[in-house]
């Protein structure tokens, strides 16, 4: 997964990735946790992939 990091002027300011180490069963959630060395006032996700 990659999220958009974004500034209070709606301005992208970054990317950060993350998956999963393994599978996830139907209907279960995904928690995940990415570090960025900036602060940001909102983040999305832009790319997902499943394998």
């Known amino acids: ?5 974004y500034d209070s002027q ?3 300011i970054g990317r950060v990735k993350e998956q999963s180490i393994g599978p996830i ?4 959630i995904w928690q995940i946790r990415s570090t ?3 602060p940001f006032e909102r983040f999305s996700a832009i790319e997902i992939k499943a394998e």
Do not use: K, N, S
């Open 36 to 38: 960025t060395p900036q």
């Open 10 to 12: 709606g301005r992208e």
């Open 1 to 5: 997964m990659v999220f958009a990091l």
């Open 25 to 28: 069963a139907p209907g279960e």
